[in-house]
């Protein structure tokens, strides 16, 4: 039981010391950008996981956040801490617009209707002139505390990692809260919840609305760590690759994000250039993964332990603590 | 207090019908404000109209197949957009060697639907049920079809040129104006494929069959159907619809990276506003989008030119608002 708790603690500690184990090149492009892209796909398994709807707009919010702020700070000269402030508000309301949106639906149609969501965003930044059109922003500034993202990565990967680390204890803490529990019960059955007097719309749009916070951050800091954002971050394929990443990870499980992210780094650092067409790899490694192990890489960690528990003829197997399942049956066939 | 209730359940739709009456005033009074003559805004109102008409047919052909896939199996083809690039792509090819546009086109969209149908049965066929799972599955291919094709077909835009027969335009007869006759061919062929599928569905026995494997899948199994022969032959209509797509839309636009996710979007939002499944619905969404997207980029005013895609945006809203499942949706 000990080691369980200090388990995290260690991880942590661990991550901690990166920048002073690592070069800066690893601690730059590597390790803090593995934890803003684990920022951003952990929306999508908090909502997948606990909310049971799996989004493809979180880009999209990741997106607006990341625009507005760049636009605040490059165009209107706003302080960039102030900026990053706003677009992180901005980016909650279309979080909750987007939510009120969705709510009525589940399953794939919430996947289709998040989807055209998510491409309807990237057209608008890829058409208005306003935000720079198919360039994008470039040279957003960091506030001072940060400094030069490129050079000394280390101020970025710390800010990084403690937003990563506050994010996850929030979202454990969520989880245990009466809205989570709610939200939960709407994930499992949506009509005794009505029956019981929950509105189900209400506990989705909140739902939407606590993962965009997450996508949101994402977009500040991911835009801070590039110093530049452009439609093409928020594309088709930027929302498949955020999916592969929570899928490699294990769509229903937090902390899978942040492996999956640091996975997806790793290979997007170290392979691209031996593999040639790396988003033809990635799109068989989330097909392979979806026909091997629908539950990713956390999910496989979960399937090993409980078949040496029960070889061992040890206690009951642990309960699943998000019980969804991608191989379940979704609603429609239910 | 009831009725206030009522009023608050109506004003949706009251807002709705507000909101058309509007944009049907705006786009009359920029048309003929001037009058009917030659001299107003009349002709490119025409014009305007009639690409808006030919868009929408080729976002009906497109759908059409993406719905029909989905009424029968409960299956996004998040592929969708992939395939339809793919056989604008295949029919570019084969005209380039030589090959004439007409028989380019049948074996592109055969093309396409073979590779649907591989598709159907490697990837989809053992999880049936697990539609989440499916749909994902769907996406990882479209992912790789996309980049393959850029491999193999690079990035430049590029044009398939109609066949001679089509190639001229015809005067239709209202203010000396000609319209290129290919664009009204793909009108009739969506109108063709909108009559096909119908008569199909509604009065031959392979229709009964795809009727009752809809709503029964289980028991039309047990009356001795072979379900899983008729899931793979609608794969195999559905994905070669989405290659015809692409010839004439590689014919009529043109083929670049980038254009798969576009149709892909257009086929979700047509069959959102239509709902799901509903062919009838697929025709209505695709009127709607095709007529807003083209009315959107002339009669918008010229600051918000650029803000047309928001249009789409709320012509998706504002159905959902109204009718939650589409315009002909039913909730399984």
């Not at chain 1, 939407?208 to 394929?237: K, M, N, Q, Y």
């Not at chain 2, 697990?130 to 996406?139: N, P, S």
Request: with cysteine; charged share 10%.
């Amino acid at each position: 039981v000990t080691a369980r708790r200090l388990a995290p603690l260690a991880v942590v500690v661990a991550l901690a010391l990166v920048p002073l184990v690592f070069s800066t090149y690893f601690t730059g492009a590597v390790a803090s950008r593995a934890l803003y892209l684990g920022l951003a796909a952990a929306g999508l398994t908090f909502l997948a996981g606990y909310g049971g709807m799996v989004s493809l707009a979180q880009t999209a919010l990741y997106g607006i956040a990341g625009f507005v702020m760049a636009k605040l700070i490059v165009s209107d000269g706003v302080d960039p801490l102030l900026a990053a402030l706003i677009a992180i508000a901005v980016g909650v309301g279309f979080g909750v617009l987007f939510g009120a949106i969705a709510s009525g639906s589940e399953g794939i149609y919430l996947l289709m209707l998040t989807l055209a969501l998510g491409v309807i965003t990237f057209y608008f930044f890829s058409q208005v002139t306003s935000f720079g059109g198919h360039e994008g922003i470039n040279g957003v500034a960091t506030p001072r505390f940060i400094g030069d993202p490129v050079r000394h990565p280390a101020a970025i990967y710390y800010v990084t990692l403690a937003c990563s680390v506050g994010a996850y204890l929030l979202i454990r803490y969520v989880a245990r809260t009466p809205f989570g529990l709610a939200l939960q019960g709407v994930r499992d059955d949506p009509v005794r919840m009505r029956a019981l007097g929950y509105s189900v719309r209400a506990h989705r749009t909140l739902g939407f609305a606590a993962g965009s916070v997450l996508a949101a951050l994402a977009g500040v800091l991911g835009t801070w760590h590039e110093t530049r954002i452009s439609p093409g971050t928020i594309d088709v394929s930027a929302t498949i690759q955020l999916l592969t990443i929570a899928v490699i990870g294990g769509l229903y499980r937090v902390e899978g994000a942040w492996i999956g992210a640091l996975l997806y780094t790793l290979l997007d650092t170290y392979t691209r250039g031996l593999t040639g067409r790396f988003e033809t790899w990635i799109g068989l490694i989330l097909l392979a993964i979806l026909i091997a192990s629908p539950d990713g890489i956390s999910g496989l960690a979960a399937q090993l332990q409980t078949r040496l528990r029960r070889r061992r003829g040890g206690g009951p197997a642990p309960l699943a603590e998000p019980a969804e399942s991608l191989a379940q049956p979704g609603p429609v066939a239910r | 207090m009831r009725s206030g209730a009522a009023l608050a359940r109506r004003a949706p739709a009251a807002l709705a019908i507000a909101l058309l009456a509007f944009a049907v005033a705006w786009v009359g009074y920029k048309a003929f404000g001037k009058g009917f003559g030659e001299t107003g805004n009349g002709p490119q109102f025409v014009i305007v109209a009639l690409n808006g008409l030919s868009l929408a047919a080729l976002y009906f052909i497109t759908a059409s197949g993406f719905t029909l896939v989905f009424g029968l199996m409960r299956v996004v083809n998040m592929a969708h957009g992939a395939l339809y690039l793919l056989g604008g792509y295949l029919a570019l090819d084969l005209i380039q060697h030589g090959m004439g546009w007409w028989p380019a086109a049948l074996l592109a969209a055969a093309g396409c639907g073979a590779l649907g149908l591989v598709m159907q049965q490697l990837l989809l066929r053992w999880n049936q049920g697990q539609d989440l799972r499916q749909a994902l599955m769907t996406i990882a291919v479209a992912m790789v079809l996309a980049d393959q094709m850029i491999v193999h077909f690079g990035g430049e835009p590029e044009t398939i040129t109609p066949p001679p027969a089509l190639a001229g335009a015809l005067s239709i007869g209202v203010y000396h104006l000609q319209y290129p006759w290919f664009r009204i061919f793909v009108m009739g062929a969506a109108v063709g494929v909108a009559a096909l599928l119908y008569v199909v569905i509604r009065h031959t026995r392979f229709g009964m069959v795809i009727r009752a494997g809809v709503d029964d899948r289980a028991m039309t199994s047990a009356l001795g159907v072979n379900v899983q022969l008729v899931f793979a032959g609608a794969f195999f209509v559905g994905a070669m619809l989405a290659g015809l797509g692409g010839v004439f839309g590689g014919t009529v636009l043109s083929l670049a990276p980038g254009e798969d996710d576009k149709f892909l979007l257009s086929s979700l939002v047509v069959v959102i506003i239509g709902g799901l499944g509903s062919l009838p619905g697929a025709a209505v969404g695709a009127f709607a989008l095709g007529l807003v997207e083209q009315l959107s980029a002339v009669y918008l005013p010229q600051a918000y030119t650029n803000d047309a895609v928001l249009l789409t945006f709320a012509l998706l809203v504002v159905t959902l608002a109204v009718r939650p499942a589409g315009f002909f949706g039913r909730r399984a």
